[in-house]
């Protein structure tokens, strides 16, 4: 999913060519994170540079860095800063002038450009399903992995508007949803 994340900020952000990838190097998941995003970044002939931030302290000499490296649009980790901090990524990525790519409607909804990821509610509906079958006697390791099957796509026209930005109709039209 992230490289769809960054194929979209690359047909929204003119020339673009780097992107800042913001992440809590406290979360386990973040070495892999940064692998599939670099990967993802190479196929697309982007740059990424990975900036880290475990506290609102952090996070704001992390968007002074950003502005510092010249970097023109920004991605987040999934994870507990990135959520927890959700409204202040998108108010500092807004007044850094960084096109904010988020991963789920719940990080979208404070202000960032788009946000492509999985549906988290559909996500822990079906958690509930798996622990229902744990409760009732199912061992955990007999029940398959899963896969996010629902992905949702949505841009945010006030915040392109307030970036100089403008939405190509043929993702207009892709999302799920667009705020005006």
């Known amino acids: 999913m992230v490289g769809k994340r960054l194929q979209f900020l690359k047909e929204i952000v003119p020339g673009l060519s780097k992107v800042a990838l913001l992440v809590n190097p406290n979360v386990p998941s973040t070495r892999i994170y940064i692998q599939e995003t670099q990967a993802a970044a190479e196929e697309l002939g982007l740059v990424i540079q990975i900036f880290e931030a ?13 502005t510092a490296a010249g970097v023109q649009a920004m991605i987040t980790a999934s994870g507990g800063t990135a959520f927890q901090y959700r409204a202040n990524i998108a108010k500092l990525a807004i007044a850094h002038r960084l096109a904010f790519s988020a991963f789920s409607r719940e990080t979208f909804v404070d202000g960032a450009l788009m946000s492509y990821g999985a549906d988290q509610i559909e996500m822990c509906r079906r958690s509930a399903v798996y622990v229902d079958k744990i409760l009732k006697g199912a061992k955990p390791s007999d029940l398959p992995v899963e896969q996010p099957t629902k992905v949702e796509f949505f841009i945010n026209l006030k915040t392109a508007k307030a970036l100089d ?3 190509p109709p043929s993702l207009l039209s892709a999302a799920d949803e667009v705020v005006e």
């Open 54 to 66: 475990r506290s609102l302290k952090e996070l704001e000499l992390a968007f002074d860095g950003m």
């Open 165 to 167: 930005l403008k939405i």
